[in-house]
């Protein structure tokens, strides 16, 4: 069960999904404030910390991590730090980190500005061209974050030094992987540094190992557009006609459909069904998941979804 709380000029807006409950401490709330709500943020609690959902840009997201024992976070891809900073503030916690997925603009361009309004934080990255970095890592490295345990994923294709972020408590009772431009919810980030078998390998060996109750918290919004292609790959699949369904009402009310899981993932992505026959039939590749990988996101580059 997925819970967004919002407060908004005095209302408490809870989200419940699979299926989206709206409440709020107001009799009504209305269609500007629902649409007004997309342009700050969204809090998803598990047990042991909670994850603050920041829209940034025209589809991208950040996120604020925060260990509940300690009250120390870090920031996922902080493009916008002045959004960040006032999310900060707001929450009363105390930034320390900065988790940097790969080295493009629109995940790594505000690091520099971040670390110099607020000074001291340590960025981790995989990829020296990372701005800011003080933290290089590599794959399966581990740190603390507070009671929590961050480990470091490398998934090399979108770009060379892509790393995925693995957030877990002690206990086991909280779990989630932050993903950036390597596994989205529905779908995959283009090869632009890589290869099919570099994909397959970040997708299927090294994200697919994850527990399946991992929360998938992406780096973009493209849920309804990476659905309606995997409804071409599959079109009697029913998870992903029911996740499109649910994807397209919450996007209606400019609400964001993350996280999802890696269970889920495995449910109704063809980038993450590769193995399936049904999947390779369509590519005519069958028995040869590294090529039906490779057709998929050819195809996937020049698909034109119709109107929704």
Known sequence: MLTFRKLFNGCVITLRSKHVLLTSSKPVVSRTLASRMA???????????????IPALSDNFMYLVVDNATKESAVVDPVNPDKVLEVVEREGTRLTTVLTTHHHWDHAGGNMELVTKHPGLTVCGGDERIG???????????????TLTVRALATPCHTTGHICYYVGSGNGQSKA????????VGGCGKF???????MYTALITVLGSLPKETAVFCGHEYTVNNLLYGQLVEPLN????DKL???KELRKKGLPTVP????????????????NLTVQEHAGKVADPISTMAFLREEKNSFKAPPV
Request: glycine share 4%; charged share 25%; no cysteine.
């Open 192 to 198: 632009f540094e890589g290869t099919a078998e570099q």
């Open 132 to 146: 800011a970095l003080t933290k290089p890592l590599k794959h399966n490295n581990e740190f603390k974050l507070g």
């Open 39 to 53: 342009q700050d943020y969204f809090k998803r609690d598990l047990p042991d910390f909670y994850v603050q959902v």
């Open 260 to 275: 999802s899981s890696i269970e889920q993932e495995f449910n109704f992505n063809p980038f993450m069904r590769v193995d």
């Open 177 to 184: 992987v932050f993903t950036g431009d390597t596994l989205f």
């Open 238 to 241: 029913q998870h992903i006609k």
């Open 245 to 247: 369904d649910w994807a």
